[in-house]
């Protein structure tokens, strides 16, 4: 079995502040403190009261911050961050801005900000930050007091006086389109992880290739998992299993951290040769920039195509054959689950069979296209969510499957954690022994595998 951490382990945000056309003018003097994408704040909640029908990111455009030196600081050393939001429709603009520590991103503050023109500092209690800081709980955001008539927008900000680790930079963004009603703005948010300037002579890690974390083809797709190959990534090998804090996935292990398009990525696994990691929001069909950072710096960037579908399931491995991974429903009250696998497969204590015609298979994979509603990858999966019907009326198909040949009935098509999509499908009629299992997408695309479950009368 591929070292993805498995396909049966992978199995196992931005927040839209209160800000509209009119609200952006309701909100003369600035936004309430706390409404950036960071951990403590909101993450990944919607302020639909405010901006009724406005998905997150789903304008059409973003907000991205420019660094001056890159995804690096040198403690102490200021600087001048620009904040650019894209959208065609807008024609006034707010922000929020906050940075914290990676050892606490939600309680612990990363330097300080100075506001410019038409910008103040609020602390958690949102009045203005006196002169020697927020005394409550040390937290800051920098924000506009008036609306801005243009899309850039820079904001001075200086690290911690001395290197304090990862440090991740929250935005969220406003773009009004001002016919004076909170429905049609936009809403963006990003975040970002800097990591301390590394000596001259460090030796920063190497990326070979970056593959779907499925099926290792060369497309990846946005919320999908994504296998980084390469070297120096880490000293030790490290998972998500008690790092998820706050129902926010990690960006740091083992102290890397990828940059994928430019925004942080979420990391489930790390070793000295290999990441895994969940493929960021907002990412557009074509090539994005990939790099890993560490206490040596930031890896150069190479170049991975992405798709706007990169379908694959996750399998075991055995001979020519791939075995999908997966679950066999047994009947019973409650429903009780085998692993779908030939017997001698898998590890002898785990008890695996093969399914038959009329049984109710589980299967896994990654990068089957949009759910609805689209989800946050940087945030832990509270309930499943189907695929997205995109168009074709809400009882028609939203992906076929094929077992031998034959049309398979599936029953659920959806995400069920970050990342993981679950197929639950009745086997047809089919003979025994090892069945192909073919997957199409709405967007007519297949996995590139040729995948297989055991069936036995």
Known sequence: MRNYRTGMQWAAAALLWMGGASLVWAFPFGPPAGVTPAPGDQPGVACTRCHRGTALNGGGGSVKVAFPGGLVY??????????????????????????????????QQAGSFTAGQNQRVVCSNNQPMPAGGCADNGLEWIEHTLPSPTNTIQVQWTPPATASGNIHIYVAANAANGDETPGNDHIYGAGYVLIPAAPSSATPATISSVVNGASGAPTIETCSMVTIYGSNFATTTATWNGAITGGVYPTTLAGATVSID?????????SPTQINALAPLGMAPGPVSVSVGNANGWSAAVMAQVAEESPAFFTYSQGQNRYIAGLVAISGTPVTYQYLAPQGLLDPSLTARAAKPGDIVLLY????????????????????????????????????????????????????????????????????????????????????????IPVQQ
């Open 74 to 107: 040198t403690p102490g050393q200021a600087q001048t961050l620009t904040i650019t939001v894209t959208d065609a429709a807008a024609v006034v603009f707010g922000f929020e801005m906050t940075a914290r520590l990676e050892s606490g991103p939600s309680t």
């Open 262 to 270: 430019g925004k942080p990525a979420a990391l489930a696994f790390v």
């Open 365 to 452: 994979g990654t990068g089957f296209g949009p759910t609805a509603p689209q989800i946050n990858p940087e945030l832990v999966l509270a309930n499943p969510v189907p695929l997205a019907h995109r168009g074709n009326g809400p009882t028609a198909p939203v992906i076929h499957i094929t077992i031998g040949g034959q049309e398979a009935q599936v029953q659920f098509a959806g995400m069920i954690a970050a990342g993981v999509y679950q197929f639950n499908v009745v086997v047809p009629q089919v003979a025994n022994g090892d069945q192909a299992v073919v997957a199409t997408t709405l967007g007519g695309v297949s996995p590139t595998q040729q995948v297989y």
